[in-house]
Structures are given as structure tokens and as C-alpha cells.
């Protein structure tokens, strides 16, 4: 029987970003059906964070993703724009949030229609990999499209995103009670598997329970 991943997921994450190529492979390898649950990032769940005593941590993040990306031979450069509105200064975070909202009902929205996890792969390349001014142009509709969406219907369906809303509000009590707040988190059989470099304990487990495909 096909198993069931949960992939709590980011898209203001770079570590969500360096977690997708090892989950289309799970994808590919294994007899599984893994769930895009895309949850609001750090920034918004919990702005105290970026604080200036939180700063080292920050910068942290900002040298081992990039160092990570390029171990793993993934493109790498900081969003322009970034998903969140956030002066990187100060950390403060702006009260109006043109982007992030958007792209958490577009990955609701393809998983609804079987394509999230091709979406979130492809989405974050874009963010994440160096395309300047992402949300313009077709460079969104260039995307949807290799993920096997169409970005107009997709939009139509979020014209009105209370279902989206709930959802998302869904997807983060779940992630609360999964063992794991941060992201990526993929979940199977109950248990958390926390981050993009923890996939090989994911597959470890999916290859004792003879998931793998023949």
C-alpha cells in the first residue's frame, strides 16, 4: 500500500528550497504519495525571532544555506524580492506582506490539484536560485507550467482564499502536534524527520518498511 508523507513546507525557507530535489527523489524511489502542507514561515509565525540578540543565529543561516546549496551543486543567491517584506537591518517586518500569502494559497492550490510537491519545487528554484523579480513577468507562469499547472485557473481559484486560509490554519495545528515546528518537516508514520539533510533518515526508514519501488 502507497504510504503517506506529510512535507510541511516554507516558502520563504531556503532550507525548504535545498529539501526539494531530495523529496522528488523520494517521490521517484519509494511507494509513497508525499503532501505539500505549506505553513507560514518563521517571520510571521513567531516575529520575535528576528530580534538584534537572534543575530548571530541569523547570520548563521544566511552563511550555511548558501555553503549547503552549493555542496549539493543547487543555484543559490537571497530572493529579490524577498517573500517576506523584512528590512535586514533593523529585522523589522513590514505590517503589509504583498507576497508570501499569495504563494502559500498557490502551493495549497496545487496540492489540491496533485501538483504540490512539482509546484514547491519549482517555485523555490525560481526564489531561491537567482531569478530577479520573480513575481513579474511569466517567470510564475513559466513555473506553474514545468510543475504541470496552469497559473490563471490557479488564481481564479484563490480569488477567494477562505478554504486557503483555513487550510493553511489546518496545516499549522498539525505541524504543532507532529513533534517539529520548523521546516522542512516531512512526516510518515507519525514520526518527524526534520530538515533537508535528515531526507537520508527518511529513506532509511521508507527502505525497512519495503517501500522501495522494484
Not at 2 to 26: H, K, M
Not at 120 to 145: L, P, R, Y
Not at 155 to 184: F, T, Y
Not at 195 to 200: E, P, V
Request: aromatic content about 10%; hydrophobic content about 40%.
Amino acid at each position: 500500500m502507497t504510504a503517506q508523507i506529510d512535507y510541511y513546507f516554507s516558502f520563504r525557507s531556503p532550507y525548504s528550497y535545498l529539501s526539494t530535489p531530495g523529496a522528488l527523489e523520494v517521490a521517484r524511489k519509494y511507494d509513497v504519495d508525499i503532501h505539500l502542507k505549506p505553513v507560514l514561515p518563521l517571520a510571521l509565525r513567531d516575529p520575535d525571532f528576528f530580534n538584534m540578540a537572534n543575530m548571530k543565529k541569523i547570520q548563521y543561516i544566511i552563511l550555511d544555506w548558501q555553503r549547503r546549496a552549493e555542496m549539493l551543486g543547487l543555484p543559490h543567491e537571497w530572493p529579490s524580492p524577498d517573500p517576506i517584506v523584512q528590512e535586514l537591518t533593523e529585522l523589522k517586518i513590514a505590517d503589509e506582506q504583498p507576497y508570501i500569502h499569495r504563494l502559500i494559497y498557490l502551493g495549497i492550490e496545487a496540492e489540491r490539484r496533485g501538483c504540490g510537491l512539482p509546484f514547491a519545487a519549482e517555485v523555490s528554484a525560481m526564489i531561491f536560485g537567482g531569478t530577479k523579480n520573480w513575481d513579474q513577468d511569466d517567470h510564475m507562469t513559466k513555473a506553474c507550467t514545468r510543475a504541470g499547472l496552469d497559473l490563471a485557473d490557479m488564481e481564479a481559484a484563490i480569488a477567494d482564499p477562505m478554504s486557503h486560509k483555513a487550510e493553511l490554519e489546518d496545516n499549522m495545528k498539525a505541524q504543532d502536534k507532529c513533534g517539529h515546528h520548523g521546516v522542512p518537516t516531512f512526516i510518515y508514520n507519525g514520526e518527524p524527520f526534520f530538515g533537508q539533510d535528515r531526507i537520508d533518515s527518511l529513506c532509511f526508514q521508507l527502505e525497512k518498511d519495503g517501500l522501495a519501488r522494484g
